[in-house]
């Protein structure tokens, strides 16, 4: 079993900046590929980030030019350096982990809130 556990939320004003954390546990494969998703009130979940293993990166076009993705594979844990927020920003920000070895694996972690105010 897997287990992601994230951190780093908070309430920021527009313009300021927050930084996400998410550690993965368990039986992980190393080419899996770690990434951010979040959900708005009232809205579908949707992909914010992703970055492989091997460091590759894709990025909504929303927050592209603001949000950083990172990773460390020694301590399975990736990372959001967000940037000039936006009260669109606003959120619960998922992490997420995945690969796939004979079979597909997704793991989620419990979501962190992320509110911008205006």
């Known amino acids: 079993q897997v287990q992601l556990v994230e951190s780093g939320g908070g309430l920021v004003q527009a313009g300021g900046s927050l930084r996400l954390s998410c550690t993965a546990s368990?039986?992980?494969?190393?080419?899996?590929?770690m990434g951010w998703y979040r959900q708005a009130p009232g809205k579908q979940r949707e992909m914010v980030t992703t970055i492989t293993s091997i460091g590759s990166t894709n990025y909504a076009d929303s927050v592209k030019g603001r949000f950083t993705i990172s990773r460390d594979n020694a301590k399975n844990t990736v990372y959001l350096q967000m940037n000039s927020l936006k009260p669109e920003d606003t959120a619960v920000y998922y992490c997420n982990i995945n690969w796939r070895w004979k079979t597909s694996y997704n793991y989620w972690g419990q979501g962190t809130q992320v509110t911008v105010s205006s």
């Open positions: 368990g039986n992980i494969f190393a080419g899996n590929t």
